[in-house]
């Protein structure tokens, strides 16, 4: 089983950047989709951004539009996020998860990430 690894949370200004990453190992990921989700306390898992690992189509939350990019490096492994202009309401324990389906949904994905957290302060 993959299991995603991911890294590069901590502590940001508002509008400030951080970038996560999410390493995955064990198999090719031809056909795969790696997605981010958040949870921020009290509230539930929503979608963030995610990626085709082939064809490096993308899509994003509104909330994160304009704000956050999602990439990939296949030769690594590895998605990013790269996310700018952050905001208090960004705060939360961000997920990597890789699945064949991807989308939006949480159900899209079966391999999930430990979570890192981000904050953003006021």
């Known amino acids: 089983q993959v299991q995603p690894v991911e890294s590069g949370g901590g502590l940001v200004q508002a509008g400030g950047s951080l970038r996560l990453s999410c390493a995955a190992s064990?198999?090719?990921?031809?056909?795969?989709?790696m997605g981010w989700f958040r949870q921020a306390p009290g509230k539930d898992r929503e979608f963030v951004a995610a990626?085709?690992?082939?064809?490096?189509?993308?899509i994003y939350a509104d909330s994160v539009k304009g704000r956050f990019t999602i990439s990939r490096d296949n030769a690594k492994n590895t998605v990013y996020l790269q996310m700018n202009s952050l905001k208090p309401e960004d705060t939360a324990v961000y997920y990597c998860?890789?699945?064949?389906?991807?989308?939006?949904?949480?159900?899209?994905?079966?391999?999930w990430g430990q979570g890192t957290q981000v904050t953003v302060s006021s």
């Open positions: 998860a890789l699945g064949p389906v991807g989308g939006r949904l949480s159900s899209g994905y079966n391999n």
């Open positions: 064990g198999r090719t990921f031809s056909n795969y989709a």
């Open positions: 990626i085709r690992w082939t064809s490096g189509s993308t």
